[in-house]
């Protein structure tokens, strides 16, 4: 299946990575849990994404929530010490915005793959599943 992104959604999740992995070089900046999550995703951002099964959906749906989540506490942080009109503040905003309509894509999808695996084998996927099942664009 395919998760069509526009450049600036891509731009955002991109800044978002790279940001998030060279704070990862100096100290811990994400969970080990998502750290190959975020690598993963990070060169597959030249353009639409593939995404192949469900296993791979949820690794991508699970570095977008952390993305998301990284880019609030960014935003809440630039208004609250600068100011809401404040140029940093508007960038975070706009970052944090295209990351939340792509991952509401990336679950919406997830939703698809489920329900099209449960009406295939009669019951909900299983991880086995997740892996098995590949789904063509």
């Not at 069509?4 to 998030?20: K, S, V, W």
Request: with cysteine; glycine share 6%; net charge negative.
């Amino acid at each position: 299946m395919i998760l069509h992104c526009a450049y600036e959604e891509l731009m955002a999740i991109d800044t978002g990575i790279e940001r998030i992995l060279e704070a990862g070089r100096g100290g811990v900046a994400a969970p080990p849990d998502v750290l190959p999550d975020l690598e993963s995703l990070a060169p597959r951002l030249t353009g639409d994404l593939s995404i192949d099964t469900l296993e791979d959906q949820v690794s991508v749906q699970r570095a977008l929530e952390f993305l998301l989540a990284e880019a609030r506490g960014r935003t809440d942080e630039f208004i609250l010490d600068e100011s809401p009109a404040a140029e940093s503040a508007i960038r975070s905003y706009f970052e944090y915005a295209h990351v939340l309509v792509v991952l509401d894509r990336i679950r919406l999808m997830g939703n698809e793959m489920r329900a099209l695996i449960e009406l295939m084998t009669g019951q909900p996927p299983t991880d086995e599943a997740a892996r098995r099942f590949a789904f063509d664009d």
